[in-house]
């Protein structure tokens, strides 16, 4: 589609990776957004009201218009200038897909102001190619649960959207980089480890798939691929993990890289977890989020859906 003069509004939801042990592999939307409100415009220009965000490049030299810019590039097409106002809901570096929504916030970009008529598959492998795992990624283009894998340069993924749960995320005020966090990861696992690793997401999976809360619970405590090597990072985790367990989640789990703590809990608790939540640890925000099932969308400003 051409672009005009008309304002359109590109959304990219959040999202969390891992669930404990689908390390790189299993993540889901949440209902937090990117927003971005495009115009045509004489140069590139990024600006926005939210604290967080002001500083950030005004310019081309913005993430997603670097992000955007190269993807026209890989496909021969120069993009025209545009003036952006960015918005988010989503805190920088607390494990809640942050980069991730801004890479599919800028490959949609490229999409529909250099038509390039991406499918959502080719986004998907784009995307991957960039952030190194589909997890992420997958979740904020395609919305619900996703289970993913990258390997030899293809991406395969399953979206799963007849699921049900609610969620609470404790989020501190302190930020932690998903390049230090993986920093205390051990080089290589025994093939013995291995097994019991994915043997343990396995079972989380089908756990979540049929609805045995208790079992998934159980599953996000066993994993043994990242989260006994980050949580020393945040002393926290113990103490809200237990809380929110005797609070009613039936699991806990690092978000990402963390620090963010995700409780899980089924449909009609999140409410009362996040005011138990929040009234035991002042010092963080608790959060209550529920799934995101439509991923991302282009849409003109009266809300007429248009990618």
Not at 33 to 51: I, M, Q
Not at 78 to 86: A, T
Not at 122 to 131: F, G, V
Request: aromatic share 8%; hydrophobic share 40%.
């Amino acid at each position: 589609m051409t672009l005009t003069d008309e304002k359109f509004v590109i959304k990219v939801p959040a999202s969390s990776a891992n669930l404990g042990p689908g390390f790189d592999s299993i993540g889901i939307a949440l209902n937090l957004f990117l927003s971005l409100e495009v115009e045509k415009s004489e140069k590139w220009e990024c600006f926005s009201t939210s604290e967080e965000l002001k500083d950030l490049p005004s310019d081309e030299q913005h993430f997603i218009c670097q992000i955007a810019l190269q993807t026209a590039a890989k496909y021969g097409k120069e993009l025209h200038p545009c003036k952006i106002k960015v918005e988010s809901e989503i805190p920088l570096a607390r494990g809640l897909g942050s980069s991730a929504s801004a890479i599919i916030a800028g490959i949609e970009l490229a999409d529909y102001i250099g038509e390039l008529g991406l499918t959502k598959k080719e986004k998907l492998l784009l995307s991957t190619e960039i952030e190194g795992h589909p997890d992420n990624v997958g979740a904020s283009l395609y919305g619900g649960l996703v289970i993913g894998s990258y390997q030899q340069g293809e991406v395969d993924i399953v979206s799963i959207s007849d699921i049900t749960f609610e969620m609470v995320a404790v989020i501190p005020k302190e930020s932690l980089l998903t390049k230090d966090s993986r920093g205390v990861l051990p080089i290589e696992f025994s093939y013995k480890d291995s097994i019991l690793a994915s043997s343990i997401s396995n079972v989380l999976v089908a756990a979540l798939l049929s609805q045995n809360w208790e079992l998934a619970g159980k599953m996000m405590e066993r994993d043994i691929f990242h989260q006994p090597y980050r949580k020393p990072l945040i002393p926290f985790y113990d103490e809200v993990a237990t809380f929110a367990k005797a609070e009613g989640a039936f699991g806990v789990a690092l978000s990402g890289a963390g620090p963010t703590i995700l409780c899980f809990c089924e449909k009609g608790k999140a409410t009362g977890l996040e005011k138990s939540l929040n009234s035991a640890f002042p010092d963080m925000t608790a959060k209550q989020l529920s799934i995101n099932f439509t991923g991302s969308s282009v849409s003109k400003l009266n809300n007429c859906i248009v990618k």
